[in-house]
């Protein structure tokens, strides 16, 4: 199970990631087109695609797993917060950053999969911690 949930984030990751590096001119074009000042945008434009595809290389190894997992609750923690108040009508206009094909969808889609995904990652880091107990337990027992 562990690695079903692990293979989808890393998918996700790398996808939202490389497309916005790929799509560079229209991603940079969509950051600045959100709510927030242009400075941050300008940095969002960069960092975010950065922390995706470096989140996906946490996933990667065993040994940083936990920290992708737990990046990845905390990236879509963030995603959703802004999601929930774009479809609530909280700002003035309705920016869109999306990654290719989820650019189709609504902003209640958007956060339902945001909501699995957050879902997936917690259960991650629950799987991981557990792994890390058996660990412990066995490296007890021979000791």
């Given at each position: 199970?562990?690695?079903?949930?692990?293979?989808i984030?890393?998918?996700?990751w790398?996808?939202?990631?490389?497309?916005?590096?790929?799509?560079?001119?229209?991603?940079?074009?969509?950051?600045?087109?959100?709510?927030?000042?242009?400075?941050?945008?300008?940095?969002?434009?960069?960092?975010?695609?950065?922390?995706?595809?470096?989140?996906?290389?946490?996933?990667?190894?065993?040994?940083?797993?936990?920290?992708?997992?737990?990046?990845?609750?905390?990236?879509?923690?963030?995603?959703?917060?802004?999601?929930?108040?774009?479809?609530?009508?909280?700002?003035?206009?309705?920016?869109?950053?999306?990654?290719?094909?989820?650019?189709?969808?609504?902003?209640?889609?958007?956060?339902?999969?945001?909501m699995?995904?957050?879902?997936?990652?917690?259960?991650?880091?629950?799987?991981?911690?557990?792994?890390?107990?058996?660990?412990?337990?066995?490296?007890?027992?021979?000791?």
């Open positions: 199970m562990d690695k079903i949930f692990n293979t984030l890393i998918l996700l790398t996808y939202t990631g490389l497309d916005k590096l790929i799509r560079r001119k229209a991603s940079r074009n969509a950051f600045h087109n959100q709510t927030f000042p242009s400075e941050l945008a300008e940095v969002l434009a960069y960092a975010v695609p950065m922390v995706e595809l470096l989140i996906a290389l946490l996933l990667l190894s065993s040994v940083t797993r936990w920290w992708g997992y737990l990046g990845s609750a905390l990236l879509l923690t963030v995603f959703i917060t802004y999601v929930g108040l774009i479809w609530v009508g909280a700002f003035p206009r309705v920016p869109c950053n999306c990654a290719g094909i989820l650019e189709s969808l609504g902003w209640a889609e958007h956060f339902v999969l945001n699995i995904c957050i879902g997936i990652a917690i259960w991650g880091l629950r799987l991981e911690e557990l792994i890390r107990l058996k660990d412990l337990k066995i490296e007890k027992l021979e000791n």
